[in-house]
């Protein structure tokens, strides 16, 4: 299975910084991507899909760069509840056939 | 009316001893996963399941043996517990292989 890599952290940052996370990946056939969110002793969440024009839910954008595989996403004005690890999910395959692939996660501080 | 449920929450249990949790999803999801998450907290994927057939099947010890009895259902039955089988055990639905995928709460599973 290919994978799919992200900085750890932790990152802490002050209540309204703006945040960005990159995660890369190395299996070119990708063709789904995602950002969970996962709160300590809790279940992974479904932040966002990342489409290919990249796309903003809010305070939450999210790119794709196929050419150089990785994807990002930035948090603006973040808030205290905005602490949390953030995976970074591909979909390994053609059409994702095999599966999503996590990363290890980069975990979030936002402090008072 | 929750989405993806598993049972039990909590499993304490001895090595040697066989045991199972169980995952039911309502959203009407063709295909179903069972992921591990140890202590260093990187999900992993151990089986998917697609209109209850087997479709992804990583390199997981024999002692775990998952059954779909219906697209709603995937139980996972562990023999002879290890010790080092201590995890959460999250079970995951999703529309489609390579869509995204939503997350039932765990089973934090702790062998003595």
């Known amino acids: 299975r290919k994978e799919v890599e992200q900085d750890p952290g932790p990152f802490n940052v002050p209540e309204g910084a703006t945040v960005a996370f990159n995660c890369t990946y190395s299996n070119s056939a990708s063709q789904s991507f995602f950002w969970y969110r996962q709160d300590c002793r809790k279940e992974p969440k479904l932040l966002m899909s990342v489409y290919s024009s990249g796309n903003e839910d809010g305070r939450f954008t999210a790119q794709l760069n196929r050419a150089s595989q990785y994807i990002s996403l930035l948090i603006r004005d973040s808030k205290l509840s905005d602490s949390a690890t953030y995976l970074c999910v591909v979909g390994a395959g053609q059409g994702g056939a095999d599966g999503l692939t996590f990363g290890k996660g980069t975990h979030l501080i936002i402090q008072p | 009316d929750t989405a993806v449920s598993q049972t039990p929450k909590y499993l304490v249990t001895q090595m040697g001893n066989d045991k199972s949790i169980k995952c039911e999803q309502n959203l009407g999801h063709d295909t179903m996963y069972w992921y591990k998450q140890d202590s260093k907290k990187f999900l992993k994927i151990m089986f998917s399941?697609?209109?209850?057939?087997?479709?992804i099947n990583e390199t997981v010890p024999n002692r775990f043996s998952p059954k779909s009895p219906d697209k709603a259902h995937l139980n996972l039955h562990i023999n002879s517990l290890e010790l080092g089988d201590s995890a959460v055990y999250f079970c995951a639905s999703s529309h489609f292989v390579g869509y995204e995928q939503y997350f039932g709460p765990g089973t934090r599973l702790t062998v003595t």
């Open positions: 399941y697609n209109n209850k057939e087997l479709i």
